[in-house]
């Protein structure tokens, strides 16, 4: 059974920076576009940023804009999330899947598209 592997979380002060890591043991990332999510207590999962199959296009939240950058490393089978500028309102469980359905991202992610989810990395922002 695949399971994404999600890595990188941690506790920083606002202003901060962090580098998630999505990993996939067993399973080749290339081909599908790759999402991350998050989950705060108390809501519901978001979307925050997506890849394309090709690399070529990325989509993000609102609230992510301007800060946070999606990547993708074919040779390491790894997409990765960098957030700069943490703020108080990005704490969560960060997770990442593969999206089953197109290799293209829509402006809004659609979940039930999304497949492999890992148990997340949690990321606290606090001074």
């Known amino acids: 059974q695949v399971q994404f592997v999600e890595s990188g979380g941690g506790l920083v002060q606002p202003g901060g920076s962090l580098r998630l890591s999505c990993a996939a043991p067993g399973f080749t990332l290339d081909g599908y576009a790759i999402g991350w999510f998050r989950r705060a207590p108390g809501k519901e999962r978001e979307g925050v940023s997506c890849i394309s199959n090709s690399g070529g296009s990325e989509t993000y939240a609102d609230s992510v804009k301007g800060r946070f950058s999606i990547s993708r490393d074919k040779a390491k089978n790894t997409v990765y999330l960098q957030m700069m500028d943490l703020k108080p309102e990005d704490p969560a469980v960060y997770y990442c899947?593969?999206?089953?359905?197109?290799?293209?991202?829509?402006?809004?992610?659609?979940?039930?598209?999304?497949?492999?989810w890992g148990q997340g990395t949690q990321v606290t922002v606090s001074s």
């Open positions: 899947a593969a999206n089953l359905m197109r290799a293209a991202c829509t402006a809004v992610a659609r979940t039930y598209e999304y497949a492999y």
